[in-house]
């Protein structure tokens, strides 16, 4: 992640107690950010591209164009996302869209920073159509418009701190893979057909995640700001056109269809991605409701971890010498060490050490 995040600007969103300077150079300090990219390409190697080889395996032969008409009466046809209609059974439900907001947030606080990677360089007039797009993601200039801000003001609304990466060490496993997933795709140009997937996809799949968010937020906590999600349901019909006409298509013509079975292996890549990273949230959500039912978690709205905070793992949590040893989970709350060695792998915490809330 920080291998990542440390190719584009990231400044603290007030004045910091010492110079600003010495900050810009702690965080992109040369030595450590190359210590860090020694380690990207085995990372890499191990977790991204066994993921993007099996897509591209899977994707052999298929017609794009065929297969990017399907997509959309494909989603519309299915049921609402399984997290949000879980939610709607939960009594702890507002504290489920908490982690569910923080847990996003590695992407959505500085959205679509990454696919601005995918965007820069000269490739001929799918290059300004997917700059078009990557305009609308950022307002359009205004900045209140734009949809990381936009972002920030729901996550406002449920009590969080909207600093860029104020929750990382809460990140859990699987959702660090989805950021890294995204950024692995447009930080590499060889993978340029493989982005325009991930945006055919993304945008696609969008258009109905953000129309049943929109639709819960308004049911269940109305006073919430929910114009990300509107926002959404709304720009993402054109973004998902766009993407289709004036980027995808071009693309099979000037390089055929090898660049087309490329561009559905991206979307199956993302498909695979985005649906681990959703049964994984459920997974953790319904974990935390059955803890909190056994008596061994509480909700508890999380603090901002301090620096050096103690991550730990359900293996780790296993090994603990106390089993009553407190765990903050995401944005949930609190559960015993013996309950959290039973939650599905990829799930993470820090050791807390305060009692239930008052
Ligand atoms: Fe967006
Ligand atoms: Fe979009």
Not at 122 to 149: M, N, W
Not at 195 to 219: I, M, N, V
Not at 226 to 236: C, Q
Not at 293 to 299: P, T, V
Request: charged share 15%; aromatic share 10%.
């Amino acid at each position: 992640m920080r291998a990542y995040q440390a190719r584009y600007i990231v400044l603290p969103p007030a004045p910091v107690g010492g110079s600003i300077i010495a900050e810009l150079n702690r965080r992109y300090d040369p030595g450590e950010l190359a210590r860090l990219e020694a380690s990207r390409p085995a990372l890499e190697h191990t977790l991204i591209t066994p993921r993007a080889g099996a897509a591209i395996k899977s994707a052999a032969g298929t017609d794009l164009i065929t297969y990017a008409e399907a997509l959309l009466p494909r989603m519309r046809a299915e049921p609402e996302n399984p997290f949000t209609a879980f939610l709607r059974t939960t009594p702890g439900r507002e504290h489920h869209y908490r982690d569910f907001l923080l847990q996003s947030s590695a992407d959505l606080l500085a959205e679509a920073s990454a696919s601005a990677f995918g965007v820069i360089g000269a490739f001929g007039a799918p290059q300004s159509a997917l700059f078009r797009i990557l305009i609308d993601e950022f307002g359009y200039g205004a900045h209140d418009r734009k949809h990381s801000v936009l972002y920030q003001a729901v996550m406002r609304d449920f009590g969080l701190c909207d600093d860029y990466g104020a929750y990382a060490p809460l990140f859990d496993t699987v959702s660090l893979d989805l950021h890294n997933t995204i950024h692995w795709l447009f930080q590499n140009p060889r993978n340029v057909f493989l982005q325009a997937g991930f945006l055919l996809f993304a945008e696609t799949a969008y258009q109905r995640s953000t129309a049943d968010h929109f639709r819960y937020l308004s049911e269940f906590h109305p006073d919430a700001d929910a114009r990300y999600f509107s926002e959404h349901a709304h720009i993402d019909l054109h973004h998902t056109r766009m993407v289709i006409d004036d980027v995808c298509t071009p693309f099979v013509t000037s390089y055929g269809a090898a660049a087309g079975a490329e561009i559905v292996a991206g979307a199956e890549l993302t498909r695979a991605t985005f649906a681990r990273a959703g049964a994984h949230l459920l997974a953790v959500s319904q974990a935390f409701a059955s803890a909190v039912l056994a008596g061994e978690a509480w909700y508890n709205a999380p603090q901002v971890p301090a620096p050096g905070a103690q991550g730990v793992t359900p293996t780790g949590a296993a090994q603990l010498s106390d089993p009553t040893t407190q765990i903050q989970v995401g944005g949930l709350g609190i559960v015993s060490a013996a309950a959290f060695a039973e939650f599905p792998s990829g799930a993470y915490g820090v050791l807390a050490g305060e009692g239930p809330a008052s």
